[in-house]
Nanobody
Framework: VQLVESGGGLVQPGGSLRLSCAVS????????MRWYRQVSGKERELVAAITNAGGRADYADSVKGRFTISRDNAKNTVYLQMNSLKLEDTAVYYC???????????WGQGTQVTVSS
């Protein structure tokens, strides 16, 4: 099982980035997918979640209206579109896959997002 994030980088406030999480080694339709973020010295924070078939998405209050999670199971990829980025969005962003009906889950290695002027 492998999750590989990409798309992070440096962006100015108000800018946009799209993160991707490529998954392999398992069947995506059996997993709910989540994006977390973590700032050094702080706990990992759930940012967005999407159900296995993509029928439902949920967001942290801090990103509602700015971030959009989506998935393409045919391409084994989950996305996080981030718009109107703020300084406080700076963090390492992690992708996670949670096997439905179990406590089994897998993490990606993370991708750095830095919002700075």
């Amino acid at each position: 099982v492998q999750l590989v994030e990409s798309g992070g980088g440096l962006v100015q406030p108000g800018g946009s980035l799209r993160l991707s999480c490529a998954v392999s080694g398992f069947t995506p339709k059996h997993y709910d997918m989540r994006w977390y973020r973590q700032v050094s010295g702080k706990e990992r924070e759930l940012v967005a979640a999407i159900t296995n078939a993509g029928g439902r998405a949920d967001y942290a209050d801090s990103v509602k209206g700015r971030f959009t999670i989506s998935r393409d199971n045919a391409k084994n990829t989950v996305y996080l579109q981030m718009n109107s980025l703020k300084l406080e969005d700076t963090a390492v962003y992690y992708c996670r896959a949670d096997l439905i009906g179990t406590r089994l889950g897998y993490w990606g290695q993370g991708t750095q997002v830095t919002v700075s002027s």
